[in-house]
């Protein structure tokens, strides 16, 4: 009884998806939501998201871009100069942090103004989707992406002499703060490089907010 039940609402659910997709409606589904909700996404917020793309049609969910590789992005939500198409905005509007939502977008409402950095733009005349994962929420703009900062043999990872670089070049420089320095990196790479290669993916370097222990 519990299957068919099941099976019942999955099919409800992919005609009520189906029918706003065909309306031109953006159709907003919540994956995941913390009971712990104590900051929802609100107008003027900043928003950081990892997400993955997919066609909303029948390719099977084919994907055509993800944050995997590029880290996460950022945006500031419902600003009229932002170049996040308009169905970003309406489907996070409202999200807690660490929320997980799939926001469908009707190929008649994608923009070609869509520019975010590291982000590709929406095949034309298709259906699209997004799996969104809300990182953060706050009043100002987020510091600037210091994984690409470290990066750089722009290899999309960051090895331990790269970090040293990049934090020696910020006045950290000598004997005394060098040997406070290897240990810190060491730390971070302890805790961080879960794969042990002795290097940074990006996930690793965001996924724990390994830029707020710089």
Known sequence: MNTMKMAFSICIALIVTVVALVAGEV?????????????????????????VAFLADESGNERFDNTDNTGPVNFRLNDKKSTAMQG??????????????????????LTLNHRLPNSKPPPKGKDVGYTFEVRNIQDSPPAENLFKKMDFDENKEISK???????????????????TLDGAINNIFENKDHDR?????????????????L
């Open 27 to 51: 159709n907003i589904n919540v994956l995941f939501k913390p009971e712990d909700c104590q900051r929802t996404a609100q107008s003027g917020d900043y928003v950081t998201v990892t997400y």
């Open 88 to 109: 970003w905005h309406q489907g996070l509007e409202g999200a807690c942090l660490r929320e997980k939502r799939e926001v469908l977008i009707p190929a008649g409402q």
């Open 161 to 179: 002499d790269e970090m040293k670089a990049y934090l020696s070049k910020q006045g950290l420089g000598g004997m005394r703060e060098e040997e």
């Open 197 to 213: 290669s002795n290097s940074l993916s990006s996930n690793e370097f965001f996924g724990h907010n390994a830029h707020e222990e």
